[in-house]
């Protein structure tokens, strides 16, 4: 069964700083492992519909939202089966509940059950 796990969410000052974290497992069992696309960090807000904040591609490229670019970074940590979202920089509006989510080739998405930060003014 593949799991993704966050972890890292909590209450951040504005400006401050926050690295979550998303450990992956299971997707040597389930055989997806040489098809996944891409490991992406995603955050909703009550109301509103998710984003796409940040991805990495299977080839290690990544990309982000023009709302974090310049903030936030991706990392791949192999040897823990983890991907980090090093938050620097934050503001307010980047409240929200954090979801980390594989796509897969064919279309599949696997996700995670999301962390919540609360960054205070």
């Known amino acids: 069964q593949v799991r993704l796990v966050e972890s890292g969410g909590g209450l951040v000052q504005a400006g401050g700083s926050l690295t979550l974290s998303c450990e992956i497992s299971?997707?040597?069992?389930?055989?997806?492992?040489?098809?996944?696309?891409?490991v992406n960090w995603h955050r909703q807000v009550p109301g509103r519909q998710r984003e796409l904040v940040a991805e990495m591609r299977s080839d290690g490229t990544t990309a982000y939202a023009d709302s974090v670019k310049g903030r936030f970074a991706v990392f791949a940590d192999s040897s823990k089966n983890t991907l980090d979202l090093q938050m620097d920089t934050v503001k307010p509006e980047d409240t929200a509940v954090y979801y980390c989510?594989?796509?897969?080739?064919?279309?599949?998405?696997?996700w995670g059950q999301g962390t919540q930060v609360t960054v205070s003014s």
């Open positions: 989510s594989i796509f897969v080739a064919g279309g599949d998405s696997l």
């Open positions: 299971g997707t040597d069992d389930a055989g997806i492992k040489e098809n996944i696309t891409s």
